[in-house]
């Protein structure tokens, strides 16, 4: 029993599981006291005006110190990697994806709005293209609420609502900053999806490979 959660780790494919490892990493050197929070996220002063350049990976791995709502995301972030790595051919097909992901994340970051934790913003892509690949697939909320994939960013949106609006839910007194900071991040994964697997549809038959 004692070995579980190494054996899990090791079932988990290399990319994933390096990423598992510095998540898991930072949030303890976050709890410890170590470096703060601000420390560890991303902007553009501190990266490209001050040579803090450690910014761009720690801003990837970064979700919070240590705690049980940690281990909850990460549990998310495992499995929808998971699921993406396993979808292509090759690692660094892979590799070459979360790059594309994250680099658009780092230029909005920059140039429209700061979203400082950019691996929460990555994780939410990574579920967005999980549920409309996966449209179909059966999921549950505490083993009582069931619902398919498709509707899992819906699910994701609404607390985040409710938080602005526990008792009316006014969509239209919602700061700019909600929408930039939860509706960029599935529209992102929309165009990802369009250019990669419906574009070249488009243009010519499908053909067998992976997925950039």
């Not at 991040?185 to 369009?194: A, K, R, V």
Request: charged fraction near 15%; charge should be positive.
């Amino acid at each position: 029993m004692e070995h579980m959660p190494i054996q899990w780790l090791m079932e988990v494919p290399i990319v994933t599981r390096m990423l598992t490892i510095g998540i898991v990493a930072v949030s303890l050197v976050n709890f410890a006291g170590f470096a703060s929070e601000r420390d560890l996220v991303y902007t553009y002063e501190d990266v490209f005006i001050r040579g803090q350049f450690w910014r761009i990976l720690t801003s990837l791995l970064y979700f919070g110190p240590f705690s049980f709502n940690v281990l909850v995301i990460l549990y998310m972030f495992v499995g929808y990697s998971k699921y993406l790595e396993n979808s292509f051919h090759r690692t660094k097909d892979f590799i070459t994806c979360l790059a594309i992901l994250s680099s658009g994340f780092f230029v909005f970051s920059t140039y429209v709005h700061p979203l400082y934790r950019i691996g929460e913003h990555l994780m939410d892509t990574m579920l967005y293209i999980y549920s409309r690949r996966n449209p179909t697939d059966g999921l549950q909320i505490l083993g009582i609420f069931r619902f398919n994939a498709i509707y899992l960013p819906v699910m994701f949106t609404v607390p985040s609502v409710l938080r602005y609006h526990p008792m009316q839910g006014n969509m239209r007194t919602l700061p700019l900053t909600w929408f930039y900071e939860n509706v960029f991040s599935f529209l992102w994964g929309h165009i990802y999806l369009f250019l990669c697997d419906t574009a070249p549809k488009l243009h010519r038959p499908a053909v067998a490979g992976a997925r950039v």
